[in-house]
């Protein structure tokens, strides 16, 4: 039986129920997320990307997910890599950034590495400074103010350096959002780091994880990612959670002293590599 990739840009009811279940039936197996959780919600939501589809009759098998247009970005469900994908897709675009999951370092073209670092829980909480404030986001009051110093502090980085507010409300929509898992700390009125926690209520272990978390460069260098780091962990042992992870640049030294010392340690890599038309 011929089995293919097509291309869509809207996935079908019937389409999008077949790779949810794939999705769902890949994290079990893998017993980790199959997708990026910006791509898994798109298909979530149902929302018009690049999607493509490797059927078996009129049975999905395979997934991907390209986002981006000269430039493009790509991931397969479960993380992997497709050649004939691969060829596909860069009919279509110049370059192509293609992220594997948990890789086992055989590709040459790797231009960025993301680590998963784990920790258990509890850790030792570092005070909050005399002249700061620690307390819950405000959703629709806190939002400009939060969007200036999470994207000052990510200048540079490719995802976390250019939120909108349309960003943040969309993820204030979810279903696993929790707004006393999301701590701002204040000097002075103005918001100069913040730790936002997110609990994975439906994996079997139910851990936790430090969703993003930032000091506003004017603030750096008095030790408020430790406090906020080591807040937002407490409050994922208050919910009754075990383990916490958190996703850094392998190049990310600095962050990754942090992290280490406060007993973090790698559990696996993921690699992004790059492909450009002959």
């Not at 980790?32 to 939501?45: C, K, N, P, S």
């Not at 999951?101 to 784990?118: A, C, H, K, P, Y």
């Amino acid at each position: 039986m011929d089995i293919s990739w097509q291309r869509t840009m809207a996935l079908s009811a019937p389409e999008r129920l077949q790779v949810l279940n794939l999705i769902n039936r890949t994290e079990a197996n893998l017993g980790r997320e199959a997708l990026d959780e910006t791509r898994r919600r798109t298909v979530v939501h149902g929302w018009r990307g690049e999607h493509w589809l490797r059927c078996e009759g009129s049975e999905v098998v395979q997934y991907a997910l390209v986002q981006g247009q000269e430039h493009a970005t790509l991931e397969m469900c479960g993380g992997g890599f497709d050649s004939t994908l691969l060829d596909l897709v860069l009919e279509e675009h110049e370059v192509v950034d293609w992220w594997t999951r948990d890789s086992d370092g055989s590709f040459e073209n790797v231009v960025r590495t993301l680590q998963l670092m784990t920790i258990n829980l509890p850790v030792p909480v570092a005070d909050v400074p005399a002249d700061a404030v620690v307390r819950n986001f405000d959703a629709g009051i806190d939002d400009a103010a939060w969007l200036a110093q999470n994207n000052a502090a990510f200048a540079d980085h490719p995802e976390q350096g250019a939120w909108r507010l349309d960003d943040l409300e969309e993820r204030i929509r979810e279903p696993w959002f929790d707004p006393s898992g999301f701590l701002v700390l204040e000097i002075d009125g103005r918001i100069a780091a913040s730790c936002w926690t997110k609990v994975h209520e439906l994996h079997p272990e139910r851990f936790g994880e430090i969703y993003v978390i930032s000091v506003d460069p004017a603030f750096q260098g008095r030790g408020l990612g430790r406090v906020m780091l080591t807040r937002g962990l407490q409050y994922l042992r208050q919910r009754g959670v075990h383990r916490a992870v958190l996703f850094v640049d392998a190049d990310n030294l600095s962050a990754q002293s942090l992290y280490r010392s406060l007993g973090f340690s790698v559990e696996r890599e993921d690699q992004l590599l790059r492909f450009a038309r002959d």
